[in-house]
């Protein structure tokens, strides 16, 4: 008789990995990935790459799930379309380019496996300003904060970090509607209207340019203040 994997065999954590052209950093991301010592599961949407990013993710096949977008749906929505398929006790985002280190989601998920947390935030802020980031991403990320501290009365340091790591029974709670880069404020407003605590690591951290392949830009920011009023009186659904 069939039935769920012992709590031994089934995985910590699962690592969801949005992509969408980004065969010159997939393959290390994924190799990199696969070395977490925890028992991990790697969920790689391929949001309709034009490049040579789904040929690459063809080889790892029987290591990760991968899942194809014909088109490109956005960051939020890639998420919440891999998000049914967790099976980690925590879930954390991965971008799928080189500007954070995989080396550190032992450490961001450790709170939530020890039960000491739902949320844990990578903060790049929290040892001063990344050095590498364009003066105008540091700006909006400053107003972001502040933004939090006014809307929500919390203080954090880094609302638009990528390594965001949550209990995954909580993030299914959220009911999420984004499509892009809205998934991060919309899970800040709504852990906080849960009345969760996020707790902030520190993390290292290298921007990428936009030649380099970075997608997110300062005039995302509207779309992201928005969301965060947007949610300001949120409440979750009956269950």
Sequence with gaps: MSGAPPDSERPEVSILVPALNEQDTIAEVVERLLQVPLRTQIVVIDD?????????????RDRIVVLRNERPGGK??????????????????????????????????????????????????????PASMALPNKIVNVLLALAVRLLYFRRITDEATCYKAFRTSLLRRMDLRCERFEFCPEVTAKAIRLGEAIEEIPIRYVARSKEAGKKIRWTDAPDAFWTLLRYRLWKPRRR
Excluded: H, M
């Design 76 to 129: 939020g929505n890639a998420i919440r379309r891999a998000l049914p398929l967790a099976t980690g006790d925590a879930v954390i985002v991965q971008d799928a380019d080189l500007e954070y280190f995989p080396e550190e989601i032992p450490l961001l998920v450790a709170p939530i496996l020890a039960r000491r947390r739902n949320v844990v935030y990578g903060s790049r802020f929290a040892r001063g300003l």
């Design 48 to 60: 309709g790459s034009t490049d040579q990013t789904s040929a690459i993710l063809e080889r790892y």
